[in-house]
Antibody, heavy 119, light 110 residues
């Protein structure tokens, strides 16, 4: 059974860079059938797609976040990562990592990790 | 870019049927698959419908999905409502290399 687990700091200061890693177990991140994505949810609000990566390194980002987002993959560790720069309080959210197909259909989710942006 | 618009909330009684709509702002709803996710408080979302009308194993057949090209919308229908169906529901679709979620619909079963 595929499992995804987010890890990283739960508190980030304004203007700094948010960094999260997703560790995949029970399956290979190098599977040719899937993409690996990040989705976030501000407290009490809806879901927002941040971006996705293919194991080869091809990336797709939400246009509204593209200038601040970098997603990378480390196939040797079966992990993929998110970096979001110049964060503000508006970036406070539960961040989920997920396995998706090419159309974004999300079949597996991590449990989510709350990241708070505050000084 | 496109947007997906859902009603903020719906409510219905146990045993009844409810339909949640998801209207696409631009581009054809039929051109890209629509997924539906259920999210209970404090939990990650789970898929109830994928590829417009397919149910993952384990999802009861009370859940069904459809699309309507005339209104450029997708719908999630839940029949025989149970109190356990009370949750937030999100539609999701894509366009080229961009994905989007609807704003979510809070379903109350009372």
């Amino acid at each position: 059974q595929l499992q995804l687990q987010e890890s990283g700091p739960g508190l980030v200061k304004p203007s700094e860079t948010l960094s999260l890693t997703c560790t995949v177990s029970g399956g290979s991140i190098s599977s040719s059938s899937y993409y690996w994505g990040w989705i976030r949810q501000p407290p009490g609000k809806g879901l927002e797609w941040i971006g996705s990566i293919y194991y080869s390194g091809s990336t797709y980002y939400n246009p509204s976040l593209k200038s601040r987002v970098t997603i990378s993959v480390d196939t040797s560790k079966n992990q993929f990562s998110l970096k979001l720069s110049s964060v503000t309080a508006a970036d406070t959210a539960v961040y989920y990592c997920a396995r998706q197909d090419e159309g974004g259909a999300t079949s597996d989710w991590g449990q989510g990790t709350l990241v708070t942006v505050s000084s | 870019n496109f947007m997906l618009t859902q009603p903020h909330s719906v409510s219905e009684s146990p045993g009844k049927t409810v339909t949640i709509s998801c209207t696409r702002s631009s581009g054809s709803i039929a051109s890209n698959y629509v997924q539906w996710y259920q999210q209970r408080p404090g939990s990650a979302p789970t898929t109830v419908i994928y590829e417009d009308n397919q149910r993952p194993s384990g999802v009861p057949d009370r859940f069904s999905g459809s699309i309507d090209s005339s209104s450029n919308s997708a719908s999630l229908t839940i029949s025989g409502l149970k109190t356990e169906d009370e949750a937030d529901y999100y539609c999701q679709s894509y366009d080229s290399s961009n994905q989007g979620f609807g704003g979510g619909t809070q379903l109350t079963v009372l």
